[in-house]
């Protein structure tokens, strides 16, 4: 070592030595440090750059010898951790001390004393460093810092580090690293070494006040707004401070930052603001302050600074007492009046109102005593008084806002509540009784519908009846009277405030729920308005859910009535019966009424295999089953009612459709269709998925053995042939080889875990059924079943030898062009791939590469650039998340990633008339990827999706408009160099035939109004010339699109405009 | 008359009767279908000049309120005969003084210039009886060269601007 020190080459020697004193422990290290001071070498050097790299050194070397030597602490006995490093940096940070401080501060003819002056000089970055004189404190700083990450200080090293760094340490004229340094030092110590810190007192307040004031740098202030919070939260002594470290941190108040472009920091403004915010709603002692502060700033003009401050207000209103807000009251209640009454923005508004919620349940939180006063009431009366008045003027504009200021202060508290309930529901329910004017009584409904909605439902005490009990009697006395109204506006809220009254708790009382059956049957029945039933439903959906006595007694009884009366036959009469099939859905979430319910759903059915009821009835009908499926509470009961009776009579009502259509009675004729068995198809899979699953491995089983064996033993009231043939394909008819889907939604939706039995018997008779059966439907439905299995299958071997001989089956289907049976193996190899490439297997790679050669084919090439849509969406029926299929997050993103170079290859190197195909399939798979991934990958596809605008294909033209649109409004620099040819594509297409086109094509062109006023001003004329002709589109919707396209476009340029 | 400060204290009119808003156009299925031709209609007219006064400079002179909900436009005023080629547009400022009148009109019917063919003949005008200087603004509104020269003005023209910038963006 002696060696090269000796040598004279100070830099090297220290550049040389890094490496290897990073093996070093501390006694070696310490020596080496004495050693270079000693020799004047390095730590003492009068050259300051030596100096500095010879802390630096240090510095490195220490942090990471102490960082090692505590992940190996068994270590630590037989090298303990040497008392010399604590006392060390002690000396180094002690003025006091001399010794090895004076490493850092001498020669003492190098000090220096006005900090300003240390910088010799920046200009020219290129010899910045040779020109710089480090200063010992930076070097102190930069020293110290990482060390105070090292649990082994010795007792009150932090405080002596402390004290030193606030008197000798002037902290803003550092540079930004070293000050970052001395916030991470602060930050360390309040981490490790609490006490401590907290035995200065105010003075480490008053330090870090000296630190920070006057920080600018984005990062170093997101640094000490942590430590002002810690000091704020955490506890410490602030004693005379407050004031100052109010200050300090408030004049930044609110933060108007934003980053520079290409910011590496990636600091936000919202970070800022969020960090800000922490400190200055930390304590309530800031509250004299504060409030002041934010009443200022609601004052002001600027949204961003209202909105900040609101919400500010918010955070501090949570931590305060009442006795802090007193004498603010006045000045925050009307600031935040004006808020809300002359609102310019919806956000403003909201968060206006969240603050008098926070502000009223802050008062809320006051103690009654006899001898307080009630704060609380004070202000309401106050809030009362200026609002209440309003409520009388249901005409006028300032109604809305006065009751959403008094619903915020009524969803605050209980005791809020029930004061504003007191006052204001009387005064509601008594001037809707006495106006006549619909508009008026539909206003005064809505203020009473929200302020039901606002109530608080919690009870005070076991014995209170809640806030509204009082006024039970007359809401339901408005809402029935409303409902009886033939105003369908008022109906349709009368239905909503009914719907709230039923949320509250115990309020309604069992007269009330009846009267409300009734009312809402008597709706249902009769009126034809959309918006009305549709209210309604909803409304009686709640209801059931609280009371499904009323509804599986009184209401269900009635629709079954209707559904099967005489008048059934008539026109007018279907409208009801639709309305009375979505009625029992929606009423159906409580198993009682499910019991009641699903028996006449499968009525209608039943009735349909005679044809006496509609294909379009009986899907109908389906669908109620499903939501009900969907919706209903999964318990047992539930369960045995879908397991045990609904599923066994739809198959057996499928297969006795299919039967007698063979025997060409025909009259089962709505029953066979491809529409029905669609529609039965989720009620079995959404039962399988979500109900009861030992029940739903049974049905699987018993559906397993129907379609292997024909085993018809399971099916209710059955006439049917023992061993019934299902899944031969050559030999039994297309009416029952398409109840295959039926067994797809037996077998595939089970949840994961559920045990299915003669797995490979079913793979290998649905492939076969797959490969050679004729009719689409079947064919189709086998490939969707045997993915759905091979999706779920266990990895392994076996799984791997399926896949390998259905590969090989389908390649030799598919290699004879003359083959009748291209198309089932094209299926099957689209849907097969699905299932592999949703789990990531290892061999979905083979299946897809194959579909990527069809795109050449001269018969499957279209249909395989539509294979990459199905691969790419969500299936409704199959290899979804709903049947607990095996789908791996963003495996369309990884699909995208490893494929779009395969597709530009074909495109390029593929025949002109094959070129569609590719564009196709590229459209199909990039629309399907969220937006951020489009707008990230899309860059480099640009060409390829201008030259898909100009592919006479339609579909194609509307895909690649959806994927351009989001990459306009954030476009990448190679998309505004293609300006011209953007700009030529699109105004070429707002004339096309396809009005979705035109449509697609005006978004865009809106789009690029958006983009910077330079570069779209030139294209400005001829845009606004090729947009006149579609402001007399024959279509209206198009219509639309131009109008906002072409104002937008006029605005570019103009003044005032953009 | 209701509390209020700011900037708003100079309001016109700081509780003014509204109306209740028309909602949506439904989309029908015809308009969905491409072999329909849909008219230019009232409400397609109505909802041009909707979409264009909800912004802020309007807010900020008037009301945070939409012109619709103010009343100043309202649906039965305005009249479109789409074989004919005419649309007429009545509006009605919120009181008889209301210095912003020939502003409004002005916003109304570049507006329409800018988003209807030009074959149409666009007539706009305030409802008789409503403004005290009705015929002057008339007038104005009506006169092809007044209202080109007012467009020339860049300041009135930035104005104008500000009125057709929708917020939505």
Sequence with gaps: MSFFIQSGNIRHVLYTLHKPLRCLQFPAVLFFCDLLSNRRLSLTSSEPQTRARGVQLLSDVLQEDSAALSQREGLSTTFPVPSGLPTFLILLSDPRSGGAHRVLREPPQRQLRGHAARLTGTAGSGNRFRRRTFSSEELL??????????????????????????????????????????????????????????????????????????????????????????????????????????????????????????????????????????????????????????????????????????????????????????????????????????????????????????????????VLSSDSEDVLGHFLEVVLKDCEHHLREPDLKLV??????????????????????????????????????????????????????????????????????????????????????????????????????????????????????????RLLLTEDDDRVSAAVVECAGVLAELHPAAFATRLIPRLKEEVFSDASQQHSHHAVRRRCLSALAAVSTQPSVVQESTPVLLQVLKSALTGGVSLEEAVLACRSLQRIAARVQDTEEAGTCFHDVIIPRLLSLALQAALQEEDSSGRGGALVQEDFLSAVVPVISTSCSRLQPTLAARTASRAVSLFLDGDVSCLPENSFPPRLQLLQAEEVSWRRSQLVCLLMGCVCALPRGVELPRTDELLSRLEEMSCTCRHPLSYTAAAKCFAGLVNKSAEGGALDGVIQRVRARICRELDSSSSPLRTQAFTLLVWVS???????????????????????????????????????????????????????????????????????????AAPQEKKPNYLKALSNIVNTLPQQVQVTELPALLSLLLEALTCPDQGVQLSTLSCLEPVIASPPPVLLQQLEAVVGRLLALVCSPAMNVRMSSLRCVRALSLLPAHQVLPFRARVLRALAPPLDDRKRLVRQEAVQARGEWFLIGSPGGR | ????????????????????????????????????????????????????????????????????????????????????????????????????????????????????????????????????????????????????????????????NQCLTSRSL
């Excluded at chain 1, 050669?853 to 969500?874: I, T, V, Y």
């Excluded at chain 1, 789908?887 to 530009?904: C, D, P």
């Design chain 2, 1 to 160: 008359p209701p509390a209020g400060g700011g900037k708003y204290s100079q309001l016109e009119n700081a509780n003014p009767v509204i109306f209740q808003r028309s909602g949506e156009r439904q989309q029908t299925a015809a308009e969905e279908d491409e072999d329909v031709h849909d008219p230019i209609d009232d409400r397609e007219i109505f909802d041009i000049l909707y979409k264009t006064t909800q912004n802020d400079l309007l807010m900020l002179y008037f009301h945070p309120l939409s012109l619709e909900e103010l009343n100043v436009v309202e649906q039965v005023r305005v009249q479109v005969n789409d074989a004919d080629s005419t649309v007429s547009v009545e509006f009605t400022p919120t009181i008889p003084h209301c210095s912003m009148a020939t502003l409004i009109g002005l916003s109304i019917k570049v507006k329409l210039l800018r988003s209807l063919p030009s074959r149409f003949k666009i007539d706009v005008h305030i409802t008789p009886g409503t403004h005290a200087s009705e015929a002057a603004v008339n007038k104005q509104l009506a006169d092809k060269e007044r209202v080109a020269a007012a467009l020339e003005n860049s300041s009135l023209l930035e104005v104008v």
């Design chain 1, 834 to 908: 699905k299932a592999l490439l949703l789990r990531y297997h290892p061999l979905s790679t083979g299946l897809t590469d194959q579909l990527f050669s069809l795109l050449d084919d001269a018969h499957l090439g279209a249909a395989a650039a539509d294979g990459f849509l199905l691969l790419m969406s969500d299936s409704p029926d199959v290899l979804n998340r709903g049947c607990h299929a095996d789908v791996r997050i963003m495996y369309r993103q990884r699909f995208f990633s490893e494929n779009s170079a395969k597709l530009v290859q074909g495109f390029n």
């Design chain 1, 141 to 366: 700083v930069t020293f110290v810092s990482p060390q105070t990450r090292c649990a082994a200080l010795p007792p009150g090293s932090a405080v002596s580090m402390l004290r030193s760094l606030f008197q000798d340490v002037h902290v803003q004229s550092l540079m930004i690293a070293e000050r970052a340094c001395v916030y991470n030092m602060l930050i360390n110590l309040m981490d490790t070494r609490e006490a401590e810190l907290k035995s200065l007192g105010a003075d480490f307040v008053f330090g870090f006040v000296q630190s920070m004031d006057g920080e600018r740098d984005p990062r170093n202030l997101l640094l000490a707004f942590q430590i002002a919070r810690n000091i704020v939260v955490r506890g410490y002594d602030l004693g005379k401070f407050t004031e100052e470290l109010f200050e300090v941190t408030s004049c930044y108040f609110p933060i108007d930052f934003t980053p520079p472009p290409n910011d590496p920091h990636g600091i936000t403004k919202e970070e800022l603001v969020q960090a800000l915010r922490a400190v200055l709603a930390g304590t309530p002692k800031f509250a004299e302050f504060l409030f002041p502060l934010l009443i200022e700033k609601l004052d002001s003009d600027v949204q961003s600074a209202k909105l900040d401050a609101l919400q500010t207000l918010n955070a501090f209103l949570s931590r305060c007492e009442h006795t802090d807000t007193a004498e603010f009251l006045q000045g925050l209640w009307s600031s935040l009046r004006r808020e809300v009454f002359q609102t310019s923005s919806e956000k403003i508004e909201s968060a206006a109102l969240a603050a008098l919620t926070a502000l009223t349940s802050c008062l809320s939180r006051s």
């Design chain 1, 400 to 521: 809305w806002p006065s009751a959403k200021l008094l619903q915020a202060c009524s969803g605050a508290s209980y005791r809020a509540s029930r004061v504003i309930a007191a006052s204001v529901l009387p005064a509601l329910t008594e001037q809707y009784s006495s106006k006549t004017q619909c508009s008026q009584r539909r206003t005064l409904l809505e203020v009473l519908q929200r302020f039901v909605q606002s109530v608080k439902s919690s009870r005070s005490t076991e014995d209170d009846d809640g806030v509204l009990s009082a006024h039970r009697a007359d809401l339901c006395g408005v809402a029935f009277a409303a409902l009886s109204e033939s105003n369908a506006s008022l109906q349709v809220t009368a239905a909503a405030l009914l719907a709230s009254l039923a949320r509250q708790t115990g309020l309604l009382l069992e007269a009330d729920v009846r009267l409300a059956v009734d009312h809402l049957t």
